[in-house]
């Protein structure tokens, strides 16, 4: 990214090699994780390419829908995982700290376009989970400072 010690080489291997039981998403490797984890988030277009990247290798990784025999606790395990990564690092950058940030206000529209892009990437999935656990409704929004965020109902 412009501007960034961040690049795409540092995570070419973004993603777990298998989940047991034929699981068909994959949470993000620790090496992504960590690379992200040490990113400098100095300017809004960093956190959008950082974004963009995560979007890319979700894409990468796969998220058909699981098989018959696949565990829907596990899928939630890899949904939330890519979940929180993108919302690490709209939470580091536009996140309250004390005070909140007065340099800028609300995301960019690139920002919530990149959140937006992961969420719906993601939603096919959370169905296929939500139906499977018998869930009676299911939520995966995109909220600020705090990024995405997934829930799950049930009857009571």
Request: charged residues 25%; without cysteine; neutral net charge.
């Amino acid at each position: 990214w412009r501007g960034s010690s961040l690049t795409t080489t540092d995570v070419k291997l973004s993603v777990e090699t298998t989940i047991p039981g034929g699981d068909a998403v994959k949470g993000p490797d620790r090496r992504l994780r960590k690379v992200i984890a040490n990113a400098e988030l100095e300017d809004e277009s960093t956190v959008e390419g950082i974004l963009s990247l995560i979007y890319d290798q979700l894409d990468e990784a796969g998220t058909e829908l699981p098989s018959r025999g696949s565990r829907p606790s596990t899928q939630l395990s890899a949904l939330e995982a890519w979940t929180s990564l993108a919302s690490y690092v709209v939470g580091r950058f536009y996140g309250p700290s004390s005070p909140m940030r007065r340099d800028i206000a609300g995301w960019g529209e690139k920002a919530a376009t990149e959140l937006r892009r992961i969420a719906n990437k993601l939603e096919p999935v959370l169905r296929w989970i939500a139906e499977r656990l018998k869930a009676a409704s299911f939520s995966i929004a995109v909220g600020f400072p705090w990024g995405i965020s997934v829930g799950l109902a049930f009857p009571v």
